[in-house]
């Protein structure tokens, strides 16, 4: 249930297993043996986290902008894209800068002639730029760090 946000955590150089075969009892266990948070939409699965002490987070059905917002909040979570710590969104393994040259066989003729910054997953090979979908991901990043400071506003 959580796939995009996933996505969007490990964009953002966040270390996040994901899974949708593992049972409660399974995922409680996870938590605990690897020291992480548990993200959940499901209620009772965060209430019985939250009794046996795992560091757990409700999120609430809203934006991704907003999810992200108040993990932030939460967890004091950077909103801000940095290449150098980014995770391969679909694995979650660290993706590295390549050179052009190397992968341009890979990639569509068009997306060579107009990019020049890629990086490549060093597991699962994807390749990543910066293409035409980046502006709304910027937009996403800027509405989440607005609705964090508009969070702190009314706090304060
Ligand atoms: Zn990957």
Known sequence: MLGKLTRWLRLLGYDVKYSRSLNDEQ???????????LLTRDLKLYRQAT????????????????????LAKRFNLKL????????????NTRIKHIPKEKIVDKIPETTASYY???????????????????KRINKTLKEAKEALERDKNEAS
């Not at 009794?51 to 108040?70: C, P």
């Not at 940095?82 to 969104?89: I, N």
């Not at 020049?116 to 980046?134: L, M, R, T």
């Open 116 to 134: 020049n910054e890629f990086w490549e997953c060093p597991s699962c090979e994807k390749i990543y730029w910066q293409g035409a979908h980046w």
């Open 27 to 37: 995922l409680i266990e996870t938590a605990k043996r690897e020291s992480r948070i």
């Open 80 to 91: 801000d894209f940095d290449a150098t710590v980014s995770r391969c969104p679909k694995c």
């Open 51 to 70: 009794v046996q002490r795992i560091n757990s987070f409700f999120v609430e059905r809203t934006t991704e902008a907003k999810k992200l917002a108040s």
